[in-house]
């Protein structure tokens, strides 16, 4: 039977343990407190003896105080373990500001975030069947844009160049399935239609008929600084790579679609 342990239980680590639960999968995950059916991240002696018997590995965690958690507690057990598939979800973040022009994932690391730079370069260092997944903004059932403009937290905001790929947290699974047979690597996992967020926030308005936020300046829409750092890149990320060796194509390949599975 296929055994896969997944480092961290989140959104979208999440859906796909769903989809693999419903192929007959045996899916075993970690969180910090485990919780539920799930391993504590700490608890060594469990952690070691779920990567023994795993045939499939993916980590999820993002990295902490400038260091990637799982490759700091387990690296030296990952790199021996006897899986034959080890996975990574990382951020297309790495790329940085590309002035709004296509990315691929022969572009050179150099994103604002040099901890999770250095976490991508590890995990693709760690061994030869290593998979990183590069993913853009995740949206899905309970965190689209429709949620945001439910309660009151869409912008816009009059960058009028400004540009942004994005994926249906469906099709992040649906990749990560498709690359069981493909080759190691790294790979962006992305939707077709990169797009400015005012589109969306339109888009979004109209589905609920819920009236349009001001367009504002950046300086005056009270923005997190995350916020504010999101909307310091402009990219648009390729997806071809994917599609041609894994033979993958998004489910939801624009925000459209992807949109309309989410409201139902």
Known sequence: MAKMLIFG???????????????GWEVVGTTQDGRGDSIAFGDEAAVIGALR???????????VAGADPV?????????VAPANWV????STGVYGDTGGAWVDESAPIKGRRADRNAADAAWQALRSDVRV??????????????????????????????????VHVDD????????????AGVYNLADDEPCHQNRLVEWGCTMLRAPLPPLQKIEDAGLSPAAR????????????????????????????EGLSAVLG
């Open 229 to 256: 750092a999101f909307y310091a890149e402009n990219r648009r990320v390729a997806n071809g790579k994917a599609k041609r060796l894994f033979g993958w194509t998004p489910r939801y390949p624009t925000f459209r």
């Open 172 to 183: 992040i699974a649906g990749g990560v399935i498709a690359s069981f047979g493909g080759a």
């Open 87 to 90: 996975g990574y979800l990382s």
């Open 133 to 166: 997944f590069r993913l853009p903004g995740i949206y899905g059932p309970g965190r689209s844009i429709l949620d945001r403009i439910g309660e009151g937290r869409a912008h816009r905001i009059a960058l009028p160049h400004q540009v942004f790929s994005r």
């Open 9 to 23: 239980m989140g959104y979208a680590a999440g859906h796909l343990a769903a989809r693999l639960d419903a192929r």
């Open 71 to 79: 490759l700091a507690r387990y690296g030296e057990a990952l790199g």
């Open 53 to 63: 018997a795993a045939t499939h590995i993916l980590s999820s965690v993002p990295p």
